[in-house]
């Protein structure tokens, strides 16, 4: 008496085989390109935090008084800054944040010395059709 694998391959194991081979290639696929989509992403925040440090660098050449709306568009266009990202930057003085807070609460209290300020470059860009930002900010001590 023979039995059905005697008879070699049936119809079911075949479609069972290819089934198993789609799905693993699906799998191995998908993996592939959320790896190669993270490998991207940080590809770019290596350039992000490249141009980033450049600025702050020429940042921490100049004297603290100089650091304005004018120089700091001087030294993000002398940077290499791909088309791609949009830089945008602040200064805060902390004379001026502690003065504003006290005005703001009807306090006083003794003068405060310029003496730091905090410039924050925040970089916008897109990726996977969606818009990101990378913010870092640096505090600017004055020169003794």
């Known amino acids: 008496m023979k039995s059905l694998n005697e008879k070699g391959v049936v ?43 450049d600025i702050f660098e020429k940042v921490d050449d100049e004297l603290y008084d100089n650091i304005n709306d004018e120089k700091m568009q001087q030294i993000i266009a002398s940077a290499n800054i791909p088309e791609a990202f949009k830089i945008e930057y602040s200064i805060t003085n902390y004379k001026d944040t502690v ?7 009807g306090t ?3 003068d405060i ?13 897109s990726i996977d059709k969606a818009d990101r930002n990378f913010t870092i900010g640096r505090i600017k001590v004055r020169e003794v």
């Open 11 to 53: 119809g079911a194991d075949v479609v069972v085989g290819i089934l198993v081979f789609i799905i693993g290639s699906v799998s191995a696929l998908f993996l592939y390109s959320n790896m190669y989509s993270v490998v991207t992403k940080i590809g770019i925040n290596e350039k992000i935090i490249g141009c980033i440090t």
């Open 99 to 105: 003065e504003a807070k006290r005005a703001q609460s």
């Open 108 to 110: 006083t209290g003794e």
């Open 113 to 125: 010395e310029d003496l730091v300020k905090r410039v924050t470059i925040n970089v916008k860009y």
